[in-house]
């Protein structure tokens, strides 16, 4: 490519902002364009410019239940554990917004019904990752947390009768196939519920489906996004040239020189990323395709 072509820069069909973050964020201004006093309990989204921007509207954010007394207090999309919602359900001060995602709310009513049931629950995730936290104090004494990415974690599953099998809301499929197989071999009565997110499903298909038609792919996502670091490792399976950048201040002079010889260049974004990071990005590389020069993708 010469530096008189600009790039042809693609976003992926559907990327950015869920509806279940949008809805939670959504629900944060409302109440505090009514006046109100609004604390959120953990951070509504991993995303900087929306953080600044909520900081800026005066929404406060607490990580503990014990840290709010007064207000109005809005639970995110990912829930929290059965025993912070009773903690702050049981204050008469405080008005609560439960803006848990109704995918994560499925989640945390089918691990309690498998353990009412007697299956030992087993879920694949990560385990200090909210949503987890929140939907294992749903499932009984006995459940087990394994991590998707560390296969030796499986080995937390018992033998047992009656095994019942969830994950993370943002794991990739695969690896709930691969750990239902796995328990498989572990129990008489094996029950899967897919509790992986359709939301983020779609995402994935349109991130792999670009990376497969692109030179380099740049995904966009705070750097602790669970599905935005998924859809990096997806679209890496697909194509090596590929990065993940916070946001567009972080595509910088080495990916300037990374980018000049791509003819087509993907964007995607996980579901805590806005639309507008994405527009951003493009424009961004854009600028920096304007100077010569080429090297090989930034690690
Ligand atoms: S990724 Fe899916 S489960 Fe998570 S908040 Fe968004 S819509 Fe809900």
Redesign the pocket.
Known sequence: MTTATRPDVRIAERAGF????RLAIDKAKHARTEGKEVTTLGQLVHNPGIKADLSDRGIRTADLADQVEGGTLVIR?HGVPKSEFETVKGKESLEVIDAT?T??LQSQKAARELAEAGYTVCIIGHEDHPEVKGVRSYAGEKHVVVDDMDRSTWERVPRTKKIGVLSQ??ILPQKLEEFAAFCLRRAHDLRVVNTV?P??LTRQDDSVALALEVDAMIVVGGKNSS?TKELAVKCREILSETVHVADADELAAEHAEWLQDKARIGITGG?STPEVDLEEVRERVYSLTAAPGGAAAPA
């Open positions: 869920c509806y279940g973050v999309a995602c995918w994560v809301s943002t997110c939301v983020t599905n579901t």
